[in-house]
């Protein structure tokens, strides 16, 4: 859980500050998402809107499929966009901070919070897979931890 943590806010951030092979439990698109998301909140902390092309170099994504994850996030109102001179993605200082729950239940859905460990489709207290009892405390921890801290607190974090 604490490896989770550091790979989120260090390892996957700024492909800059490492060159380490990282595996997370996030899909790609939610990993891009999140990594996208605090480069922006980074970067609106110094009065910059970032583009598309700016977010991909850094933070090590696609430019086409970054754009097309940004994209989205916008449609569900998570950032805003303006084009042209001056123009790029920020976060709306009016909106709450935004709960990685929040992000990650939109590109995965709740099988990050709620799946079992072992991949079967029917695992509970009454069906249990082989890892059940591993896997539970690890859903447990990271729901928790995605419950508490939000994009605008990693981007704090990282700009201490």
């Not at 951030?13 to 997370?24: A, D, G, H, N, S």
């Not at 809107?49 to 700016?54: A, D, N």
């Not at 929040?102 to 799946?115: K, P, Q």
């Not at 405390?137 to 994009?151: F, Q």
């Amino acid at each position: 859980m604490v490896l989770l943590y550091y790979n989120i806010l260090f390892l996957s951030l700024f492909r800059k500050q490492t060159t380490l092979k990282r595996k997370i439990v996030f899909n790609k698109e939610t990993e891009y998402a999140l990594r996208g998301l605090v480069y922006i909140q980074t970067q609106n902390m110094l009065g910059k809107k970032p583009g598309i092309v700016e977010i991909a170099k850094e933070i090590d994504s696609p430019q086409f499929y970054m754009a097309k994850i940004l994209q989205r996030l916008v449609r569900l109102g998570f950032i805003a966009s303006t084009k042209g001179k001056g123009g790029g993605f920020y976060f709306d200082v009016e909106k709450p901070e935004l709960p990685l729950k929040d992000l990650i239940l939109a590109t995965e859905g709740d099988r990050t919070f709620s799946g079992c460990g072992f991949g079967l489709k029917q695992c509970d207290e009454n069906n249990r897979c082989p890892l059940h009892d591993q896997y539970a405390p690890i859903r447990n921890a990271i729901n928790k931890l995605v419950s508490e801290d939000t994009v605008q607190s990693l981007a704090k974090s990282i700009s201490k």
